[in-house]
């Protein structure tokens, strides 16, 4: 059987990322080093926070730039103790989505033991709409803290998936790649996810890397390193969060600006481009496996 690599014109022993830039329209610095890394590489695709309050000012930079790859961020989580957002569909249309406050909930514990899923649905549904109605071609779908692949909601994303004619982010990834991002329990519905998008002739990923902002300030490139070195044969979603440090970004994740800078200046820039090219990696973005599945 030919494979997803070979599909898409690669070599069936090739590695290729899919380097995948999170959290655009989440705020200004997101869409500032978001934006920087995918017009400089070697970061090639991103997906945007519908709900977020620099949702428009992303809508904005792709309409400018047509050949901007940019999906929707499936957004269930307003996850910042000061910094929130609601639901897009309307609070009243979707109740068992807010927290006691009238924004989405923080934790995806929270969304998975409250949340309807013909609500999750509802909102879903018209945070693909809004992308579309504000002029982004949206190539693919993700999820924002994975909340949308729990099983309750995974009907959704894969009817979604069905409606709009959009590949989304699903793979199989082996156990030791699991284990090293922290999500050997999520194996089962990972997989399983993959499997039912297969069924209904979606493309499949073979790997995954979402150990994106997990290292101490000054260690940004080692630690890229072994997520590239980790990368296995075929087609990967690696992601990134890249972001300009200031003010902003402090105020919103003090944790995570260093990080989030750090990811603006590898994976737009040399840095990122040389690590890549030294391990033989290809890059590729989404819209070629939009562009597969639609034939």
Request: aromatic letters at 6%; hydrophobic letters at 45%.
């Amino acid at each position: 059987m030919t494979s997803l690599a070979e599909q898409l014109g690669f070599g069936a022993e090739d590695r290729v990322a899919i380097v995948h830039a999170d959290d655009l329209g989440m705020c200004l610095a997101a869409n500032e080093g978001g934006f920087e890394a995918l017009e400089n590489g070697p970061a090639t695709c991103g997906s945007v926070m519908v709900p977020c309050p620099w949702f428009r000012d992303a809508a904005e930079r792709a309409q400018r730039d047509a050949a901007l790859d940019l999906g929707v961020h499936l957004t269930l989580n307003a996850e910042w103790p000061l910094y929130r957002w609601g639901p897009v569909a309307g609070r009243d249309a979707v109740p068992s989505l807010l927290d006691a406050q009238g924004y989405l909930p923080r934790t995806t514990a929270e969304v998975v033991k409250k949340a309807a899923p013909e609500e999750v649905a509802i909102e879903l549904r018209a945070q693909v709409e809004m992308a579309l109605d504000a002029g982004i071609d949206v190539t693919h779908l993700d999820s924002h803290m994975g909340t949308v692949f729990f099983p309750a909601f995974l009907p959704v994303y894969q009817e979604l998936a069905r409606e709009f004619r959009v590949p989304v982010l699903a793979a199989r990834p082996d156990a030791a790649t699991l284990e090293a991002a922290g999500l050997t329990a999520a194996r089962e519905m990972l997989h399983g996810m993959a499997d039912g998008l297969a069924a209904h002739g979606f493309p499949i990923l073979q790997g995954l890397d979402a150990n994106s902002l997990g290292f101490a300030e000054g260690s940004g490139g080692a630690h890229n390193a072994r997520r590239l070195d980790g990368l296995p044969v075929g087609i990967s979603y690696l992601i990134c969060h890249p972001a300009k440090d200031g003010e902003e970004l402090r105020r919103i994740t003090p944790d995570s600006a260093h990080q989030r800078d750090f990811e603006r200046g590898y994976y737009g820039g040399d840095a990122g481009r040389k690590a890549l090219d030294e391990r033989g990696i290809a890059t590729l973005g989404m819209r070629a496996l939009r562009d597969l599945l639609r034939g």
